[in-house]
């Protein structure tokens, strides 16, 4: 736990320290008592955030855009920081920072536009089809690492927060009716887009993904524990999509898996302000 | 409100009052005549988030399972064995130390409905729900039994025996985090060590045994309380025993460095006299274990670790400092390792090595003179303990049997060290070691004379 070994974790802890403001002036979108609130600071969220990359990167137009765009591959965990706090800022910030931060976004994306070299199809960032894709990743991602792997939750608490997040998708741009608003019509959706591919893009992507440059090896070990858990949540038609084998069974229990998150969670909470952050959330919620 | 609750108020209004009386009456003695204003002087800790805390089970796992127990216990070794340890890596492991938040009184208050079968109101004449200390794996509240005497109530978190079982069987994951922790140590054995220690700290009943072991031991000694344990209030996840005040260890901190002398002396001897008279050894010196009190009396707590000796295990230990110390006989010295383990017979090593750094531990033994143990020789002895790559290395070994006992170097040390203590710590030894019975070295030693005097039976007790 040296500092240089928890490099990676560095720019996460300061994007989270900084979403969560001392002074908000509201209780945002979703507010304390939301199932939002309860579900966004579950611990195991690392793989959930691996999960939705890997399910993100199937729309070949979706990972153009990334692809074309976005300068991720010189600062991997930097990108992965920014999407972060995105999501902690729209969370737990108060309304205005978190429609300011979709506005930035909204910004950003009327610039992300071009033609995917693989299917030859255009895209536009602004497409809401694109939009609802990858929101429609993630919160699948969230809901079926959390069923696995998170603190145990009711089914229908899980749909009440597929429910609220749909105001997540509204301020970036899909308009709220076309949007699913539980768990199991968000997978039938997911299930429906026709265009679903692994292009060499998104291969060439999820692999830096699931092995990032310039890990030492101790963390680099635990990093791949975590790495095959996340492919193993994955449906599998996306897994086959990138060609990865099932991971073993004995890989994928709760108990161990948790563990890992946990020392995790643990090494994260030691960066600076991650632990008070934290604590200002819970004091939110119990208020 | 209830008849406890009123008696509870009426005597935190009273405390100042109470406070300046039970100043006058203590004198030399450690405890307050009346265990209601003992009840009183008993202070809360301030650094408890009682705004923070756990009001169920499951937020119990979700802070302290899943490996993060385990690891925060991690965190307190490091504690002992990094005297220059980096900044950052110090910052971050004080923050862990403090960050699980109590119970809720509610919780608290379930754990006690299961263990003793009643609410704490039922159970106790007085019952104080806000915990005044936090312990590694639950908290402690004082309260006062139907029988009328103040008492501190350990109450283990629900849950956490089995989280904590089920993690330290993830060895694999441990020795990984543990190697990127701490490179250059021996992930192994830290590993080990960890995991004993927190398999005994979960299990209160076999504290109970040991604490009582200790505390009969010592009943009337001048300097050294060990609190009773109440039997018929403690349980696997319960332990009652009787409430002591005394100063912290940050408080002895700031007093003048004779009175830190002093409790060193208490402390080494405790330890000395433990090992080589009661064969046992409490295997936790850390420094929140202590209480002390004015003149070098100190008040030993919490005894979840305690390893007991038969006399076949400690003879080769005996043998060792006899022939080091004594004899300088370093042939016969290294056979003494040898024959307890510690050493792999004709390891191709010079004897002349195998003194140099066996010899280590016995630094504050070696010279018949005043010593002053200092923090960087502290860490240097425990580092040695744990370093994997050193010419002995590949030959030395830590027997089961001696596991615990080793952490005298992990903790006394450390403890002594940051007090900065002087003493001809020879001396001390002399007086106690079974071979030796020397003659008091100093006024705490003529004290404790006085008392083996009146209980002869304590010169030397065999379990």
């Known amino acids: ?287 | 409100m209830s008849a406890s609750t009123s008696a509870l108020r009426q005597s935190r209004v009273s405390r100042g009052a109470a406070l300046a009386r039970l100043a006058l009456r203590i004198g030399g003695r450690y405890v307050a005549r009346s265990p209601r204003l003992l009840f009183a002087s008993v202070e809360r800790r301030g650094e408890l988030r009682h705004d923070l805390a756990l009001r169920s089970a499951d937020e119990v796992a979700e802070e302290l399972g899943a490996m993060k127990g385990v690891l925060m216990k991690l965190g307190q070794m490091a504690s002992y064995i990094y005297e220059d340890m980096p900044a950052t890596f110090r910052a971050s492991m004080s923050r862990l130390q403090h960050r699980a938040p109590p119970m809720t009184g509610a919780l608290a208050a379930s754990v006690i409905v299961e263990e003793l079968g009643g609410t704490p109101a039922e159970v106790f004449a007085e019952w104080d729900p806000l915990p005044f200390a936090a312990a590694s794996i639950g908290q402690v509240h004082r309260a006062i039994t139907r029988d009328g005497r103040a008492v501190a109530v350990k109450v283990q978190y629900p849950g956490i025996a089995r989280s904590i079982t089920s993690d330290l069987r993830n060895v694999g994951l441990l020795r990984r985090i543990v190697g990127a922790a701490f490179p250059g140590l021996d992930t192994r054995s830290l590993v080990d060590e960890l995991g004993d220690r927190l398999q005994e700290e979960v299990d209160y009943v076999r504290e109970a045994e040991s604490q009582e072991l200790f505390a009969g031991y010592y009943d009337g000694h001048p300097y050294i309380r060990v609190p009773h344990v109440i039997p018929e209030l403690s349980t696997e996840r319960v332990l009652t025993s009787e409430l002591v005040s005394g100063a912290t260890f940050d408080e002895l901190l700031t007093w003048d460095q004779r009175e830190k002398d002093l409790a060193a002396e208490t402390i080494h001897r405790f330890v000395f006299r433990s090992l080589y008279r009661l064969h046992a050894f409490n295997g936790d010196p850390h420094p929140g274990n202590y209480l002390f009190h004015r003149g070098g009396r100190v008040s030993f707590l919490d005894f979840g670790l305690t390893k007991l000796f038969t006399d076949d295990d400690l003879a080769p230990l005996v043998d060792a400092v006899r022939f080091l110390v004594f004899e300088k006989d370093y042939e016969a010295f290294r056979a003494a390792l040898e024959r307890a383990g510690f050493l792999k017979p004709g390891a191709p090593v010079p004897t002349e090595t195998v003194v140099d750094r066996f010899g280590q531990f016995y630094g504050t033994v070696l010279q018949d003179a005043p010593m002053t143990i200092t923090p960087s020789y502290a860490s240097a002895i425990v580092r040695r303990f744990f370093d994997a790559r050193g010419p002995l290395a590949p030959y030395s070994d830590v027997p089961r049997a001696y596991v615990v006992m080793q952490r005298i170097n992990l903790g006394l040390y450390a403890v002594l060290g940051s007090l900065h203590a002087t003493a001809n710590w020879r001396r001390i030894a002399e007086e106690i070691w079974p071979f030796r019975n020397g003659p008091p070295s100093t006024p705490i030693g003529e004290a404790e004379a006085e008392w083996l005097r009146t209980n002869p039976q304590k010169v030397l007790r065999i379990n």
């Open chain 1, 1 to 287: 736990m040296e500092t240089a070994r928890l490099s990676p974790l560095e720019p996460l802890a300061r994007a989270y320290v900084k979403a969560v403001a001392a002074q908000p002036a509201d209780g945002g979108l979703f507010g304390p008592k939301s199932m939002v609130w309860r579900v966004n600071r579950d611990r195991s969220f690392p793989l959930a955030g691996m999960r939705s990359l890997m399910v993100q990167a199937l729309h070949p137009l979706a990972m153009a855009g990334v692809a074309q765009h976005s300068a991720w591959r010189q600062d991997p965990f930097g990108r992965l920081a920014a999407t972060s706090s995105y999501v902690l800022t729209t969370t737990y910030g108060d309304t205005a920072s978190a429609l300011a931060a979709a506005a930035w976004v909204r910004k950003v994306h009327t610039r992300v536009r071009g033609t995917d070299p693989q299917t030859g199809l255009p895209y536009s960032a602004e497409d809401p089809a694109l939009l609802l894709w990858v929101h429609a990743g993630m919160v699948d991602s969230i809901v079926e690492v959390v069923r696995r792997y998170g603190r145990p939750i009711e089914p229908a608490d899980l749909d009440r927060y597929v429910a609220e997040m749909v105001t997540f998708a509204e301020i970036i741009g899909v308009p709220r009716e076309e949007v699913p608003a539980t768990a199991d019509s968000l997978r039938a959706y997911v299930e429906s887009v026709e265009l679903r591919q692994a292009t060499p893009a998104a291969k060439e992507a999820i692999a830096i993904v699931l092995d990032p440059p310039d890990l030492d090896a101790e963390t680099r070990d635990l990093w791949h524990d975590l790495a095959q858990v996340a492919v193993g949540t994955l449906p599998d038609w996306a897994r086959e999509m990138y060609g990865y084998p099932a991971p073993p069974a004995e890989l994928m229990e709760r108990e161990p898996v948790r563990q890992l998150l946990g020392a995790l969670d643990l090494a994260f909470e030691s960066l600076p302000g991650v632990l008070e952050a934290r604590q200002r959330i819970e004091l939110r919620t119990r208020a």
